[in-house]
């Protein structure tokens, strides 16, 4: 008799699935959420009473808004150089994206689906910089995976995170849910601290202002390709 696949077999051919699906992002982040729920459904109820949590604690609520200031940062790159935002904006509009982590498989969607749009974000003048906690090493392997043609930044200890209000502990249920399918996030992030930050999106013009944001304490929603696009053709 053959042995049954692992939860995390399981996981992982869904994933595939609704990676390489022809739909709309949330659409395949949808499907996912709905298959993953019927496989793994302690960690997507852990989830939701994260969820709930967050929303019934407005712990969102100083994030940068449309129309402020984004505040700069300096953070390493995959290959160690340091990256301002100053020094992106200088170029044109850019998307920070902040993403939980290489393996999450919401955000490597997220990202797959912005590469694919890659083109004509930069026809619009736009580009794209990720921000995500782990090492330079898990950041690499974040960027390989996905094809990005754009810097993955490591915000150490989540402190760029933590001053924007995106950094979030996850509670006392979901890091042993997450270690029994070995997503061990010490050993990405360099501390046992358990925190994440929300995958937010923030549009911001040359002027360093703040002209369109996707902010939802729900990990499993990202901000619209469409209006990606379109954010970043507005701000230029």
């Not at 984004?70 to 160690?80: I, K, T, V, Y």
């Not at 549009?203 to 729900?218: M, Y």
Request: aromatic fraction near 8%; glycine fraction near 8%; charge should be neutral.
């Amino acid at each position: 008799m053959s042995e049954q696949p692992s939860v995390s077999e399981r996981l992982g051919a869904v994933f595939r699935h609704f990676r390489d699906l022809e739909a709309p992002l949330n659409k395949r982040l949808d499907g996912y959420t709905s298959a993953s729920r019927e496989i793994f459904p302690d960690y997507a109820n852990a989830v939701d009473r994260l969820v709930q949590r967050l929303n019934e604690s407005g712990g969102i609520g100083r994030a940068p808004r449309i129309g402020d200031d984004m505040p700069d940062f300096l953070l390493p790159d995959e290959n160690g150089r340091l990256v301002s935002l100053s020094d992106l904006t200088a170029r044109g509009p850019t998307a920070v994206m902040f993403h939980r982590g290489h393996w999450c498989p919401y955000c490597r969607m997220n990202i797959g689906a912005v590469v694919r749009a890659r083109h004509l974000i930069a026809s619009k003048g736009g580009q794209v910089v990720v921000i995500m906690p782990e090492n330079q090493h898990y950041a690499k392997i974040f960027k390989l995976e996905s094809g990005a043609p754009y810097p993955v930044l490591t915000d150490v200890d989540n402190a760029y995170a933590l001053s924007l209000g995106l950094a979030i502990w996850l509670g006392p249920d979901i890091p042993s849910i997450l270690t029994q399918v070995g997503r061990v996030l010490p050993a990405y992030h360099g501390n046992d601290a358990w925190m994440l930050p929300i995958p937010a999106t923030f549009v911001v013009g040359e002027d360093q202002i703040v002209k369109a944001r996707f902010v939802d304490p729900d990990f499993r929603r990202r901000m619209d390709i469409d209006d990606l696009i379109t954010a970043l053709a507005k701000a230029a």
